[in-house]
């Protein structure tokens, strides 16, 4: 059987500046399938503007250039709402939540092509089925319970309810994830995701992400925490200044003196 | 199984009701006793003494909160629910008035005229979302501001509007009069005992409740809408609109959606003022109105119609009251004029023992101040300062109002409240074993 090797994920030569700081140089990522990858770096160096571009937050003016590749097919122009639908999802380094809306909410908001959302489904069965149940209704039930089995997994089912105003940092960490996960996305782009949470949960939350990745997912994480990233990863890119110093397994980073450097700092020269 | 679908079982859309009819019933009763200072046959002409007056009162005051209310929930709608900052709503108000009368100059009965008028504003609030719901929040403010006092300057200098009417005579600054369809059908007095309610009562009293089943049916049909999945992306976008985006809504085509609907009810709203108000020219949508209704959302609570529904009635009560007593409170603050007096004789005493500056300092005697100032000010404007502290006090202790937002329950949630409850049971047996 012939197996197409097509990258779900490339990024070609992406130059990005803003006002005359050059952010991103020549940065070349690709993603293979159902991988987990690694993107670390000192801080400044450009690891969320990456994503921003990738996702399309930041749009790309003029003297940028570079081209983003979702499964061989160009996003250029594409806004972010768009490359969600095609299954390209991120959370944020400082976490992004609804903070009137209960967690439940919150999680349900990550529910893609619900038919409920849709304005004119409301207001047809709102005529048609006054006083019957809402055609809707059924999917909204089935939607809560993968969200309750995601946040049972990620130990905050007990806050469900709650408004999500209330939670802590690293639990509003969770809830991003969660939300992230309750999209079924196919290339899942995490920034931070277990910065502020415990270390048990935070290697539990590395073995999910195992575990989904089986499931046709790609995984493109930043991470600070060296030991969960070096564990897990299969693939790991070091940015730094805006450009992608090194590239390769973890134990190849690990050895890398040019990683050091960035890192630490060019001893020689001192 | 339940057959119902999850918003009518349980809903408190009675418990409105009652409160709504009884608050009219309590503040008729209460005006027709003698123990309030004020003298209201003032403001009223018939000297009959066995009409019931106070219905002169109660019928307005309960009219106005019920239509400004459907303006207020739509205002909501944009404000407390979506976060899109409109500042023109009496603008889209009007519009709806206007067309609806054309309607129904047109000889179309109320229930296509009506209609007409919203659709109509609908379309108006389509042509205005496409360009300006791309912009920044204070930006779009602006925006809204300028298109309101517009619409109202244009409506005054185009004669030619009321052209189905009467070519000579109105239309610009006259406006268009209609007829008053509840009036002209009822004609002859209620008695009962020694009541007699004049006929033009009982046929307000037939638009009040006209009123309030259109007021509560758009509480119920927003209520629905906010308890949906819809609702619930709403709410999103007002919440983190970065959030919302990145998670597959978009954003720019539910904020215009939002903003049609909530422009379709505020012509649902001027249609109703149409046919109450009869007689209606741009001079009477001032933005003071828009500012109003601003008030009344802000106080009874943002992303709370229940408190929409109280704000409405409370800040009403204070602007009618206030015009059916204004000519009073002059004499009335007049009347403590001996008590106040010998105060502010004392102040200037104290005060002018002072030295150099005594002088000056006795002269700006805050009690002789505040007495001019109620006395000599237009009345007018006594609930306008009202509103003022209202407002500021109510931002800064209160700021989520009467009512503060409730979080929204739908399907799911009414579900796992429900197996929580199943399972607190259980463990109590469970406990009791």
Known sequence: ?270 | MQKVNIFFKGHKILLILIAWISSFILLTVFLSFDAIPFDIDLYIPILDTVVPKPLDVTLPLFSYAGIFGIAALSLNLEVGVTGISNFGKIGFFMIGCYATGLAFLFRYPIFIAIPIGMLVTGFFGYLLAIPTLKLREDYLAIVTIAVGETLRTVLRAETWIAWPQNRQTSGGVLGLTIENIFRSSITTDLVIGDIVILASHVADLMFLIVITVIFLLVYLFLEVLYNSPFGRVLKSIRDNELAAESLGKNIVSYRIKAFVLSSVLAGLAGGVWALYIVAFSPGGFPPYYTFFLWIVIIIGGLGNNRGVIFGSLFIWGIEYLARVLTSDIPTFVGQFTKYLNPISDLYRQIFSLIPFVGEFIASLDPISFFQSLIIINPPEYYPQFVFGILLILFLIYRPKGVFPERPIKTVADIALLEDSKEKNLSSEKDDNQ
Do not use: C
């Open chain 1, 1 to 270: 059987m012939k197996v197409l090797k097509i990258n779900v994920l490339e990024a070609q030569d992406v130059n990005k500046n803003f006002s005359g700081l050059q952010a991103l140089r020549n940065v070349n990522v690709k993603l293979k399938k159902q991988k987990i990858v690694g993107l670390i770096g000192p801080n400044g160096s450009g690891k969320s503007t990456l994503f921003n571009v990738i996702t399309g937050i930041i749009p790309q003016d003029e003297g940028d250039s570079g081209q983003i590749y979702l499964n061989g097919k160009t996003t250029n122009h594409k806004k972010t709402h768009e490359l969600v639908r095609e299954g390209l999802v991120r959370t944020f380094q400082i976490t992004q939540i609804f903070p009137m809306l209960t967690v439940l909410e919150n999680m349900l908001l990550g529910a893609q092509s619900h038919p409920g959302e849709n304005l004119s489904v409301v207001l047809i069965d709102l005529i048609k089925r006054l006083f019957k149940r809402f055609t809707w209704e059924a999917s909204e039930k089935q939607f809560a319970e993968s969200a309750l089995e995601i946040l049972r997994y990620l130990e905050i089912d007990h806050l469900a309810l709650e408004k999500a105003e209330v939670l802590s940092g690293g639990q509003r960490k969770l809830l991003a994830l969660g939300r992230a996960l309750m999209t079924v996305g196919k290339v899942i782009l995490l920034d931070e995701p277990v910065a502020g949470v415990n270390p048990t949960l935070s290697n539990q939350i590395f073995e999910k992400i195992d575990e989904i990745r089986k499931d046709d997912t790609t995984f493109f994480i930043v991470e600070h925490n060296m030991d969960v990233i070096m564990n897990s990863s299969d693939e790991i890119f070091v940015l730094s200044k805006g450009e992608i110093i090194a590239h390769g397994s973890p134990s190849e980073i690990q050895d890398d003196p040019k990683v050091l450097d960035a890192y630490l700092g060019n001893i020689e020269k001192d």
